[in-house]
């Protein structure tokens, strides 16, 4: 069965830095578009960053400038650094996997990351 497995969440004070991991297994990691996802109390979970089975990558708006996904695929790991955090990025971060082929997605368990002013 597949599993994604984030790490790499904490408590940071404001303008510091984290680097969120996704490690995968049991999937084919290259043919997966990889993404983090993140979700705020009362609120609904929303797209941080995207990157694709070529490298391609794309960010909200909220984190553009600050947050950078890359991805390793010998290491069937996805990673985003999130540099100048501000309290409003205090959320439960989650890693998909969407599967190119079959378009199945798969989820990770979350990483809480809690910014404080």
């Known amino acids: 069965q597949v599993q994604l497995v984030e790490s790499g969440g904490g408590l940071v004070q404001a303008g510091g830095s984290l680097r969120l991991s996704c490690a995968a297994s049991?999937?084919?990691?290259?043919?997966?578009?990889m993404g983090w996802y993140r979700q705020a109390p009362g609120k609904q979970r929303e797209l941080v960053a995207l990157?694709?089975?070529?490298?391609?990558?794309n960010y909200a708006d909220a984190v553009k400038g600050r947050f950078t996904i890359s991805r390793d695929n010998a290491k069937s790991t996805v990673y985003l650094q999130m540099n100048s955090l501000k309290p409003e990025d205090t959320a439960v971060y989650y890693c998909k996997g969407t599967n190119t082929y079959s378009s199945r997605e798969y989820w990770g368990q979350g990483t809480q990351v809690t910014v404080s002013s």
């Open positions: 049991k999937m084919i990691f290259s043919i997966n578009n």
């Open positions: 990157i694709t089975t070529y490298g391609g990558t």
